[in-house]
Every structure is written in structure tokens, then in C-alpha cells.
């Protein structure tokens, strides 16, 4: 990139296990963008928080002879994505059930935050 800060991108995932064909692009672009020098922070909110059990990211599938959404998480880690989840009032959390790479649950107000302070938000 030429500036000399890296800009950030917040991509807002939405799409879950009933729309399985959507839930690679948002890391694929995340992993993308990060090689490119920006600074991503992916947030599931929504039925993507779904994304963030390793049982749903180990056994989903957005091409039947694709890899899962786990391998196209773990690219984006890789490459230095942040990753959030949004924390639905009242919904307990098996904290135990969650994938690794996930780095922090966060909530609405912080990601309604995040849309006004980052540069570029997309919504895959």
C-alpha cells in the first residue's frame, strides 16, 4: 500500500450454516486484504456467530469438495486477521465449544464503534 498507515477494514459476517456458499469469501477477502498491508478485523454477527464453534467451522462446507469455513479462518489468522464474535443479549456461550482463533467476543456497541472509526467496512 502507499500510505503510510495501514487502513483498516472491518468486514461484518452475517452468513451462517443456512447459506453455507457465503461463509469462505469473507476470510478469503480478509486474507487478501491483510496481505495487502491492511489491518482486518472480521465481526460474526447474527447466525455467523455460529462460525466461531469449532464443530460448526470443522464441518462446514462453502463447496461440497472445498475445504471447511475452519481452513479459510485459519488462512486469515495466519495472515493477521482479527477475529471477532458478537454477543447476542442473553445467549450463553460454551466458551469451551469456541475455535481458538477466535481473539475476543465483542458487543453491538463495539461494532457499531468500529463502523464509524474504520476507513472501509464491508458486509459479506
Do not use: W
Not at 489468522?77 to 482479527?82: E, H, L, Q, W
Not at 475476543?104 to 472501509?120: C, F, P, R, T, V
Request: aromatic share 4%.
Amino acid at each position: 500500500m502507499s500510505n503510510t498507515t495501514a487502513q483498516r477494514v472491518l468486514i461484518v459476517v452475517t452468513s451462517g450454516p443456512s447459506t453455507a456458499a457465503r461463509c469462505a469469501a469473507p476470510f478469503y477477502t480478509a486474507t487478501l486484504l491483510a496481505c495487502m498491508d491492511a489491518q482486518v478485523t472480521v465481526f460474526l454477527s447474527g447466525e455467523a456467530a455460529q462460525l466461531a464453534q469449532a464443530e460448526v467451522a470443522d464441518n462446514l462446507y462453502a463447496a461440497a469438495d472445498g475445504e471447511s469455513v475452519r481452513h479459510f479462518i485459519q488462512q486469515a489468522k495466519s495472515a493477521g486477521v482479527r477475529l471477532l464474535m458478537c454477543r447476542a443479549p442473553g445467549l450463553v456461550i460454551d466458551e469451551s465449544g469456541l475455535i481458538p482463533e477466535l481473539d475476543d467476543i465483542a458487543s453491538g456497541g463495539e461494532l457499531a464503534q468500529m463502523i464509524l472509526e474504520y476507513e472501509k467496512v464491508l458486509s459479506l
